[in-house]
């Protein structure tokens, strides 16, 4: 089993960045494809980024690609969300989420762990 904490959020000014963590404990991160997820009011979870258990993969959904990379640090067992040039429409819960065997996927009911979430808020 893996344990997520995310940290990071907070409210900043179109144009901003934010950088998300995500700290794991338990079994390595190296043993699970990692992915951020979003939610915002009235919206359903949303597929963001993910990088595979090896980190050679890295996907970013179309939405943030450019502005937002996704990268993980081994030996910290902590997964990051580096997000610039941040919109209003980037407002959400940001949640990471952990996948066991099997395929890279942006499916978030393919996940087996998730993190309580971070706010994130985007001001005009």
């Known amino acids: 089993q893996v344990q997520l904490a995310e940290s990071g959020g907070g409210l900043v000014q179109?144009?901003?960045?934010?950088?998300?963590?995500c700290a794991t404990?338990?079994?390595t991160i190296s043993s699970y494809t990692m992915a951020w997820?979003?939610?915002?009011?009235?919206k359903e979870r949303e597929f963001v980024a993910l990088i595979s258990?090896?980190?050679?993969t890295t996907?970013?959904?179309?939405?943030?690609?450019?502005?937002?990379?996704?990268s993980k640090d081994v030996?910290?067992?902590t997964v990051y969300l580096q997000m610039n040039s941040l919109k209003p429409d980037d407002t959400?819960?940001?949640y990471c989420a952990a996948k066991g065997l099997g395929t890279i996927s942006t499916?978030?009911?393919?996940y087996d762990y998730w993190g309580q979430g971070t706010q994130v808020t985007v001001s005009s």
């Open 14 to 21: 179109a144009g901003g960045s934010l950088r998300l963590s």
């Open 25 to 27: 404990s338990g079994r």
């Open 37 to 42: 997820f979003r939610l915002a009011p009235g």
């Open 53 to 56: 258990r090896s980190g050679a």
């Open 59 to 70: 996907s970013h959904a179309d939405s943030v690609k450019g502005r937002f990379t996704i």
């Open 75 to 77: 030996a910290k067992n």
């Open 92 to 94: 959400a819960v940001y």
């Open 107 to 110: 499916n978030p009911y393919e």
